[in-house]
């Protein structure tokens, strides 16, 4: 064989491998796919992983994924019915089940995010326009459990009965959302708010309405412990002076006995004899000279008083 021939025959082999190629595809379990021809859809969705052929270089393939998707909303402001104003981030999650319809309508996924936008959040908005704000952020009307001084509040909030409630509320948002995404070749799987707040005017008010109201409380609480105090001060000053006056009561009832006891031991003494009882004089007058007289003390006494009594008989010896 010549060497033009070889050529010949290896780029018709090269050819035929890219025909090949070109022609087959492989769809794993994971994409569906569609198969256009000039830019028109030709034949069936293509559903089922493995293997398959189209025609080469005139045909092409769109793949789609087969997966739940997500949706992430934009947070919007948005007014409640009763003229509430919040911020409302929501989220989604859809599939696409009709890969042709999905393509016919909205090309691809950027595309699908787009519609998804427009639609969600104008259902949502509506929803919520419709509705009183307690609706959006309690699911029942289970009683609230509140700390002691918030009984005002609790009464406030228990007359604000639900009847819908968060959850009812977001499947009525997928009931009207889902008919608008069908025809489209998209499902609805779910829609939840991802966050609720009020928007920032409203929010300084709020918070400037807890604090207050925490304040209040906390005024309360002081008040009431600042009488607790006064009355256990009181209640132990009053104690106080109840234990002191009995001890002073006892001490002198003690002081009483033990002076009267003296007292009859001294007189006992000094009607024993006379001279037991002139000593007995003779101790309680250096007693009294003890107590009354010290070292820098000067007296000017008659020498015929009692009280230098003892003193002429000491100096007279």
Known sequence: MNKPTSMIIGAIVILGLIVLFSATFIVDETEQAIITQFGKPVGDPIVEPGFHFKTPIIQKVHFFDKRFLAWDGDPNQIPTKDKRFIWVDSYARWRIVDPLLFFQRVRDERG????????LDGSTRNAIANNNLVEIVRSTNRELEVGEGLE?????????RIKLGREKLTRLII??????LQVLGIELLDLRFKRINYVEEVQKKIYERMITERKRIADKYRSEGQGESAKI??????????IQSEA???????KGKADAEATAIYARAYNQNNESRDFYQFLKTMETYKTTLSEKDWLILSTKGDFFKFLQLQSGR
Do not use: C, W
């Not at 009931?175 to 608008?180: F, G, Q, V, Y």
């Not at 002073?248 to 009832?253: D, F, K, P, S």
């Open 152 to 160: 005002e509040i609790k009464e406030t909030e228990i007359s604000l």
């Open 248 to 254: 002073y009561r006892t001490a002198q009832e003690l």
């Open 175 to 180: 009931e009207a959302a889902s008919p608008r």
């Open 233 to 242: 001060i009181g209640d132990r000053e009053r104690d106080l002076k109840k």
């Open 112 to 119: 699908a995010q787009t519609r998804l936008d427009d639609i």
